[in-house]
């Protein structure tokens, strides 16, 4: 049933532009698990001579994730815009692909109802190593390796990566 509830709640998203290609965007699952799902923007991805790529992601989080930010924020005595719960973000990121390193540069967190709940730049953010096993290093591990043939090709990758998943995305 949890899994149902995650497919309703991306066909939503779909609906409300975020995972669509109306803009150019071609948006490639990369990761998931019970809690949320992992897109990034291969239309967006750019590598600099230097080694630096730079990509847009989106997450989406699941209906239990959701439900469980909801219960949080009533236990809060003060609400206010800000404490609305989020669906979805929209990150834009930095990898150095030499020497293991991110940034966020910029993000987005929308409501259930598809509008933007708060944004932020990140002109002069630091550069953070990746940590051994988190999103990021998974997003890294796509983008940083020059495909040497059709068979190395990061949408082939992940697709490997999807069906070799122990978990259904979204269960309970």
Not at 91 to 120: F, K, M, P, T
Not at 142 to 156: F, Y
Request: a negative charge; glycine letters at 4%; hydrophobic letters at 35%.
């Amino acid at each position: 049933m949890a899994k149902v509830g995650c497919i309703v709640a991306v066909a939503c998203l779909v609906a409300f532009g975020f995972l669509s290609d109306a803009r150019g965007e071609d948006w490639i699952l990369y990761e998931m698990d019970e809690n949320y799902v992992l897109y990034y923007d291969k239309e967006s991805v750019s590598m600099s001579d230097k080694g630096i790529v730079k990509v847009r992601t989106t997450t989406i989080y699941c209906e239990r994730e959701v439900d469980d930010r909801i219960k949080q924020k009533e236990k809060k005595e003060v609400s206010s815009e800000r404490d609305k719960p989020v669906t979805a973000t929209k990150e834009r990121w930095e990898v150095d692909c030499v020497n293991s390193q991110h940034r966020l540069a910029a993000y987005a967190e929308y409501g259930n109802d598809g509008q933007v709940i708060r944004c932020e730049q990140n002109d002069v953010m630091e550069w953070v190593y990746m940590m051994p096993g988190s999103a990021i290093e998974s997003l890294a591990k796509i983008l940083c390796i020059k495909p040497k043939t059709k068979e190395d090709a990061p949408e082939k990758k992940i697709k490997e990566v999807i069906e070799s998943a122990a978990a259904p995305p979204c269960s309970r």
